[in-house]
């Protein structure tokens, strides 16, 4: 599969006011030196790693072919530093070193050499150094996200070896976990999964909210959505949330659409890319915002854009009721390939309809409101009508009237099917072979099931899913979980996977909303 979301011929509307509004809230960000907790070799052959002899690290040093992995005990999104001396006869050419950062501890047996995925290998991150003069302080230049910091001998010479010394990185981040409102809990696994998540956000908590620091390291619509309100129970950094709104409302092609993701280096720009759900998820967004902060004169002043995606998705809706943006626009809802997205498309446009009424009604516009009531209306029935199946008793979507769970989840968060009804509809799909396959899906899936009163149920899916990413290893929470494919990656391999993904870390919130944990910001 390869994906292409790019639109021709865009023309990029700046709003100068707006982007200055952003700027101006571009936060100062905490540093903290790390060092490792542990330093381990292995040979390459075996997937096992032992403590280095005390000769070899300190007198003999490492030579060509030798592996040394640094564990720093937690994923961070890091600088990464280091002294490297040699040992033995004078230096008689450059130490070649190659080192790899690793989110998880597959990733140190992984060999990528030969990723040929549609996204650039660029985002694999590895380096290859010549060191022409020992001793010598390597500061890297990039960020990285990693655990482990893993460095291979390409080549010394015959006359010397080399030994690292004063090895540590520098964490960075816009929040430090530990001001992270508590969640109340005795339940060790819950308590376990909300320490992973709130330190997933944390990782994408920089001068944006970034989807996830080893890639695509930028703001993304849809994942600042979760991103947002998980952040309102946990580091309430309201102004982070305010600089993106700004960013996004700032940076519209001309038509007034909202991208996807915009970058913020060297001056704030918007990618090409449109995704229809995303730009519509600027409507609940900005609501959301506005009842975690009641910062009313922004959300007066951005909600003519956020109700202009509404405009523009309307204009997609045909005769039937249905909207129908294919060859025009596209969807996300998920990485699953095989998903049909027509039935979840609609949903979410009857769901930002919602939100656009409690828009209007925030900005005292009775007249736009009741124009949302009455489309919502509409599409809602028009949604019963083409994508309920009787027979089956579930909503289908597209020509091969497909069955999914998204189809179903989005339905119930659009309050096309309440309470009981909700809750046995969830349970006819729950076989479903048309697998929901990352973690954003999978939030989406938790809340339909709080929304049709099933909390133990969605307690048990938090534990299963996410719970398993623990179990397999996470310190942060992944990009994509398929715990029936291990090695799924919608990009052609694993090894561009991203294993620190903000749009994962929701348990935060839901668990606070579950626990009581008040919002305000
Ligand atoms: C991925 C990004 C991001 C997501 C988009 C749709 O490449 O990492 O998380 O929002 O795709």
């Not at 060999?111 to 890297?140: F, R, V």
């Not at 938790?446 to 990413?469: D, F, N, P, T």
Request: charged share 25%; aromatic share 12%.
């Amino acid at each position: 599969m390869s994906v292409n979301w790019t639109m021709k011929q865009t023309k990029m509307l700046k709003n100068e006011n707006y982007i200055r509004k952003a700027q101006a809230l571009i936060p100062n960000l905490y540093y903290r030196k790390e060092t490792p907790v542990s330093c381990l070799e292995y040979d390459g052959a075996e997937k096992n790693l032992t403590v280095p002899g005390q000769n070899k690290e300190k007198q003999e040093g490492y030579g060509k072919g030798d592996r040394i992995v640094f564990d720093f005990g937690e994923n961070h999104a890091a600088y990464f530093q280091f002294t490297c001396r040699s040992v033995g006869s004078p230096q008689d050419a450059p130490a070649f070193l190659h080192i790899k950062f690793c989110e998880l501890e597959k990733e140190i047996w992984e060999d990528c050499s030969d990723y040929n995925g549609w996204i650039s290998k660029a985002w694999l991150q590895e380096e290859w150094l010549h060191i022409d003069e020992t001793p010598s302080q390597i500061n890297m230049a990039r960020r990285y996200a990693f655990r482990y910091a893993v460095i291979t001998v390409l080549d010394t010479s015959r006359k010397f070896h080399v030994i690292f010394e004063d090895v540590e990185r520098t964490a960075v981040s816009a929040v430090r976990t530990e001001d992270a409102v508590p969640l109340p809990t005795d339940d060790p696994l819950l308590k376990q999964i909300d320490e992973v998540s709130v330190r997933t956000l944390a990782n994408c908590m920089q001068t944006v909210f970034e989807d996830g620091p080893k890639r695509d390291r930028r703001l993304w619509l849809g994942d600042l959505r979760l991103q947002a309100l998980t952040n309102y129970r946990t580091f309430q950094n309201r102004d982070l949330v305010k600089r993106c709104l700004y960013l996004f409302a700032g940076l519209q092609n001309q038509d007034g659409m909202i991208p996807a993701c915009v970058f913020e280096r060297p001056e704030p720009h918007m990618d090409d890319t449109f995704l229809l759900d995303y730009a519509l998820f600027f409507i609940p967004l900005l609501v959301e915002y506005y009842e975690h902060t009641s910062d009313f004169d922004t959300v007066a002043e951005l909600a003519p854009h956020a109700l202009h995606q509404l405009e523009l998705a309307m204009q997609y809706v045909n005769s039937e009721g249905i909207i129908c943006a294919e060859g025009e626009y596209h969807c996300f809802i998920d990485w699953n390939e095989k998903l049909d997205k027509q039935c979840s498309m609609q949903a979410v446009l009857i769901y930002c309809l919602e939100s656009a009424r409690k828009l209007c009604l925030l900005i005292r516009d009775p007249k736009q409101e009741a124009v949302c009531t009455d489309r919502k209306e509409q599409l809602l029935a028009a949604a019963r009508r083409t994508f309920w199946d009787s027979r089956q008793q579930v909503f289908v979507s597209g020509q091969a009237r497909q069955v999914s769970p998204a189809s179903q989840v989005w339905m119930i968060l659009a309050g096309a099917v309440q309470g009981q009804e909700a809750a046995e509809l969830l349970d006819r799909v729950s076989d479903c072979p048309i697998l929901m396959v990352t973690p954003y899906m999978h939030h989406f899936y938790v809340q339909a099931l709080l929304l049709s009163g099933e909390r133990q149920k969605a307690i048990r899916h938090l534990k299963g899913y996410w719970g398993g990413m623990i179990q397999a290893g996470a310190d942060t929470f992944w990009e994509l979980y398929n715990p029936e494919n291990p090695e799924e990656s919608p990009y052609g391999s694993a090894c561009i996977n991203s294993y620190c993904h903000a749009w994962s870390c929701t348990p935060a919130w839901l668990l606070r909303e579950m626990h009581g944990v008040s919002n305000s910001v």
